[in-house]
């Protein structure tokens, strides 16, 4: 059998798909500061009309426009592999099959909204969008999307990334964007963290704050989000509905899905598409899979909470861990968030996906594994899920168990290499769940019902 199941260029999907339509209850709606529904024109300070149609609605298919098509064909469809290699490695007989968006020119899923974000943007006549960046996936995805829809990106870059990965910072640069290290005094809410503890290493929740701020404050400028939100979800479902035709050109379906989850994107891409089958009867596990140090969906609570450090954002109801938690400086920045997705986060309180947390060590050894047997280094964020498939894969030895089991290689860790030289030099460690430093966040939660 084949190691790479490739679709041609005609084959891409021509819509997403809304999981909205699929949930057996409605999402609960994001909040203002009253406590009353946003209405959707108060979020037009930030994004386009289309971007805000897709984020309330619940049509089941939502076209991709032909422009961004044609941008997203410079590395879609991506490919599927069987990870023949490593399943001979741990001697079990499960079937693993991966999907590599790592092959896209930022290295990871997120072009995938990037680039209908800033068309939506270009359309709608915005000159510039601002953003915020952890460990600087995203932003060099946007400052992609930017340059090849012609529009100005400003990045703010969580200080503790800025400085250990420069040359993320020279790919944006690349790419035509200004980054700057955040919290910056060039924003009131950057001034203010400064004021408290200027050597505050930053955080997404203040990076957020402060991309939020300046977009709100400007007419040419909107603002930009990589992860959490609905219209960005539907955006990577293109990665779930590409793996099941690729799939389904070898016969095969999977009976665990496993993605990282940091605000749940790349998960939602890959498995709402399957979700749409198992809200039809079918059976199939899919699992979540975040850090032990921010364990939102396994440690969290299901609450309204703001999106960022400031309060700026709407309340949304989420997993969290509390909007002003800084979770531990771990080298799977993308998965440093404190709340996630509100459509991932109903679909876990309701019982319909799963979700599991996992210590840094383990998921370095994965990430060495999978290098070793299939060639391509993971990004730390990535090896979550390959630590969790192995978890499972090695349960299906013991069970004889020929279980197939699919997960997300969200992007590759070429400029990661400082973790795992960490992780080789035994520098690098766990961290025990912040049991305290998360119940002082979540006292803080917005006081709403
Ligand atoms: C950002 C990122 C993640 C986590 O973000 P999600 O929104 O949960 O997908 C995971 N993997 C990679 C490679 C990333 O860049």
Request: with cysteine.
């Amino acid at each position: 059998m084949d190691t790479k199941i490739l679709l041609a260029e005609s084959d891409m999907p021509t819509h997403w798909y809304n999981v909205v339509a699929d949930m057996p209850t409605p999402p609960s709606p994001p909040l203002g500061p009253d406590g009353q529904p946003v209405d959707p024109a108060m979020l037009s300070a930030i994004f386009p009309e289309a971007i805000i149609q897709q984020e309330i609605s619940s049509e089941r298919w939502i076209e991709i426009p032909k422009p961004v098509r044609e941008a997203l064909y410079l590395w879609r469809p991506s490919p599927l592999y069987r990870a023949h290699r490593l399943e001979k490695k741990l001697g079990t007989p499960a079937k693993i099959y991966y999907k590599n968006e790592s092959i896209s020119p930022a290295g990871s899923h997120k072009p995938n909204t990037a680039i209908p974000q800033a068309y939506y943007n270009k359309q709608a006549g915005i000159k510039r969008l601002t953003t915020e960046t952890g460990a600087g996936q995203w932003g060099c995805s946007l400052s992609l999307a930017g340059q090849i829809f012609g529009l100005d990106v400003r990045v703010y870059m969580v200080k503790v990334s800025y400085e250990q990965k420069p040359y993320r910072r020279s790919m944006m640069k690349t790419w035509g964007a200004e980054v700057f290290a955040s919290p910056t005094n060039m924003t009131e809410a950057g001034r203010n963290v400064l004021a408290k503890d200027p050597d505050s290493p930053g955080s997404l929740g203040i990076a957020i704050s402060e991309a939020v701020e300046e977009a709100a404050g400007r007419e040419d400028t909107n603002y930009s989000l990589g992860s959490v939100l609905n219209h960005v979800l539907l955006h990577q479902t293109i990665i779930g509905e590409e793996a099941k035709k690729q799939l389904a050109m070898v016969g095969d379906y999977p009976d665990t899905v496993f993605a990282p989850c940091g605000g749940g994107s790349n998960f939602g891409g890959i498995a709402f598409p399957f979700f749409a089958d198992k809200a039809a009867g079918k059976a199939i596990e899919l699992v979540a899979v975040e850090p032990t140090s921010c364990p939102t969906l396994t440690k969290g609570t299901y609450a309204y909470d703001y999106g960022d450090v400031a309060g700026l954002t709407p309340i949304m109801k989420m997993y969290t861990l509390g909007h002003d938690f800084m979770p531990p400086g771990i080298h799977a920045g993308g998965l440093r968030y404190h709340g996630d997705s509100p459509l991932v986060s109903q679909l876990h309180h309701e019982g319909l996906i799963s979700a599991v947390a996992i210590p840094q060590l383990e998921t370095f050894q994965a990430g060495v594994l999978f290098a070793q047997s299939e060639g391509i280094v993971p990004a730390p964020e990535s090896t979550h899920a390959i630590a969790a498939t192995i978890r499972e894969a090695k349960r299906c030895i013991d069970t004889g168990e020929n279980k197939t089991l699919l997960f997300n290689l969200s992007g590759h860790g070429h400029f990661d290499m400082t973790a795992y030289d960490r992780f080789f030099d035994g520098s690098l460690e766990d961290f025990e769940y912040p049991e305290e430093a998360i119940k002082a966040s979540l006292a803080h939660l917005p006081n709403i019902g």
